[in-house]
């Protein structure tokens, strides 16, 4: 179980840090501005997007955050992490700019997987069996 936990928060304070906490910090700076040019998105798009980034990172390192808002949280990152790679193979190719995402995406992954191994009973579907 410990192990279990370890595994957990490692990989969820991984999401908080790179998806909530460095936006925050560094969404307005020339470099992102760049990035999101680069990439063909408005600007519009890149605010709102680092707002859910900032708000699903806190959804998911809260412990008390309602269950159904983890589930958004975990599926919104996982769009965000398929579609940052389509956008960088799109517009530079195969290259390791497009890869990346899916590095953050198998942590991501992890991370699920050990949510509901630590809280078995926090489906928010209910079974059918």
Do not use: R
Request: proline fraction near 5%; aromatic fraction near 14%.
């Amino acid at each position: 179980m410990k192990k279990d936990k370890i595994i957990f928060w490692t990989t969820t304070i991984i999401i908080f840090l790179m998806e909530g906490v460095m936006p925050a910090l560094t969404s307005q700076t020339e470099l992102a501005k760049e990035g999101i040019n680069h990439l063909q998105y408005p600007v519009y798009f890149a605010n709102a997007l680092v707002v859910c980034k900032i708000l699903g990172s806190l959804v998911l390192i809260i412990p008390a955050a309602p269950k159904v808002l983890k589930e958004w949280a975990y599926t919104g990152f996982g769009f965000v992490f398929i579609f940052a790679a389509i956008s960088h193979f799109a517009i530079d190719g195969i290259g390791i700019e497009g890869f990346i995402p899916f590095i953050f995406l198998a942590i991501l992954a992890v991370s699920y997987n050990y949510y509901h191994k630590l809280n078995p009973n926090n489906h928010v579907v209910p079974s059918l069996s």
